[in-house]
């Protein structure tokens, strides 16, 4: 059973524009949703995270977007950057995310110059 | 502040040897988590250990595999009698005693021949 489901597969973008990746999570006991960055043969990066109380947070260029109803977050990219291609994952977990993450399967996002 | 290391970095064993991958936290960090990535795949949790203690281990195969976390020294996970299936990206992540956020390290690749 998948609890994360993350969407789309791959994405590519051109320099300067929005990417938008988006994941559905079932466990409505989940209280804890990260963004990872992964480049190749790196280890998982966390990009920013967010918790339920709040319906957006912004960091730079990265804001997560989480609707509690739907059991949805979105993940924006503005002014996407070549330096910004990697995979993307995203994550939930309970108790504030001292237990384990369930990951999505991962967009790869291409930002072409 | 050095982050999360795990050695080997790669590992190349034949079937029905032993891996022994090892995970060194974050200064300050008493959690331990591992998972594993399969290629083109999300990560998926393995086991949760605190100092001397396995908190959950939902996500271990039953049988070949282990993990321990000793009082003194890094976290170890081990496959006993690798298969092929085995290949995978292994990542070690760390947290506080207070949870939320994990660090995870660059990752062990084991390639089994």
């Known amino acids: 059973q998948q609890q994360v489901k993350q969407s789309p597969q791959s994405l590519i973008v051109q320099k300067g524009g929005i990417s938008i990746i988006n994941c559905a999570y079932e466990?409505?006991?989940?209280?804890?949703f990260p963004w990872y960055q992964q480049f190749p043969g790196k280890g998982p990066a966390l990009l920013i995270a967010?918790?339920?109380?709040?319906s957006e947070k912004k960091e730079g260029r990265f804001t997560i977007s989480f609707n509690k109803s739907a059991k949805q977050f979105s993940l924006h990219i503005m002014d996407s950057q070549p330096g910004d291609s990697a995979t993307y994952f995203c994550?939930?977990?309970?108790?504030?995310?001292?237990?384990?993450?369930?990951f999505g399967k991962g967009t790869k996002l291409t930002v072409n110059p | 502040n050095a982050g999360v290391m795990q050695n080997p970095r790669h590992l190349v064993r034949r079937r029905g040897q032993e891996a022994r991958l090892r995970c060194s936290p974050m200064?300050?960090?008493?959690?331990v988590y591992w998972y594993r990535q399969l290629p083109e795949e999300g990560l998926k949790f393995m086991v949760y250990?605190?100092?001397?203690?396995?908190?959950?281990e939902s996500g271990m195969p039953k049988e070949r595999f282990s993990a321990e976390f000793p009082k003194e020294g890094p976290s170890i996970l081990r496959i006993q009698q690798v298969v092929r299936g085995d290949s995978a990206a292994y990542f070690c992540?760390?947290?506080?005693?207070?949870?939320?956020?994990?660090?995870f390290g660059p990752g062990t690749r084991l390639l089994v021949l």
């Open positions: 992540a760390s947290s506080t005693s207070m949870g939320e956020t994990q660090y």
């Open positions: 466990n409505t006991a989940f209280d804890y």
């Open positions: 967010i918790r339920p109380d709040v």
């Open positions: 994550a939930a977990s309970k108790e504030g995310g001292s237990e384990k993450l369930v």
């Open positions: 200064k300050g960090h008493s959690h």
């Open positions: 250990l605190q100092k001397e203690n396995i908190i959950d």
